[in-house]
């Protein structure tokens, strides 16, 4: 978990950069994530956008009560504005320090608010690498974003309930960079590739 409060705007507006570069042709492309093709990455990070950004607020309701596992997630017509706009508001409502305290919820899981904070980096962490591996792109992630990523990653690499959320720990060199190490920690390959 964090201890501090992380301003995740450097974080979202990479993601919004990644976002924007997405052509219409690429959206049925695969991802690092066997199950979304990358419309449906793109609409998972707008959904977690806005149920994290809800759960910043402590506005409790529908997207903070489903979960991420519900259905698969798809992107509509609107995506471009959508995105941008969810991303910045995501970004907005946790450089509210109550938003880190007390009690809030999110994929219909009651947590700490600081702990919240903690997975809304790391969703925006590791789905920033999947959207840019599976765009070809390059990716340099905020860098306190990617160090709580790797700490809250790491505080959970042996918690024998974590299969639910991540897959099994990609084993990667202790002296790999911290991304790929985050990665692996993820349950990700860092070497995948698109083919």
């Known amino acids: 978990m964090t201890d501090q409060i992380i301003d995740l705007g450097p974080q979202t507006r990479v993601l919004a950069g990644l976002a924007d570069r997405v052509s219409d042709e690429r959206l049925t ?23 994290f950004r809800d759960a910043a607020r402590k506005d409790l309701g529908p997207m903070t009560d489903t979960s991420p596992t519900a259905a698969v997630p798809d992107i509509g017509a609107g995506w471009r504005e959508e995105l941008p706009k969810a991303l910045d508001e995501l970004a ?84 790999a960079p911290l991304l790929d190490r985050a990665v692996g920690l993820s349950g990700r390959d860092p070497g995948w590739v698109r083919l």
């Open 29 to 51: 492309d695969p991802t690092p994530c066997p199950e979304m093709r990358l419309r449906n990455l793109l609409g998972h990070l707008l959904g977690l956008s806005v149920a």
């Open 92 to 175: 907005e409502a946790w450089r509210d320090p109550d938003a880190w305290t007390g009690m809030t919820r999110a994929g219909g899981v009651d947590l700490p608010g600081a702990v919240a904070g903690a997975v809304c980096i790391d969703e925006l962490v590791i789905h920033g690498w999947d959207l840019a591996r599976a765009t070809d792109r390059t990716y340099e992630p905020d860098p306190a974003a990617l160090k709580a990523s790797y700490d809250f990653l790491l505080a959970s690499a042996d918690d024998p309930g974590r299969g639910a959320i991540f897959g099994p720990v990609v084993p990667v060199p202790e002296d």
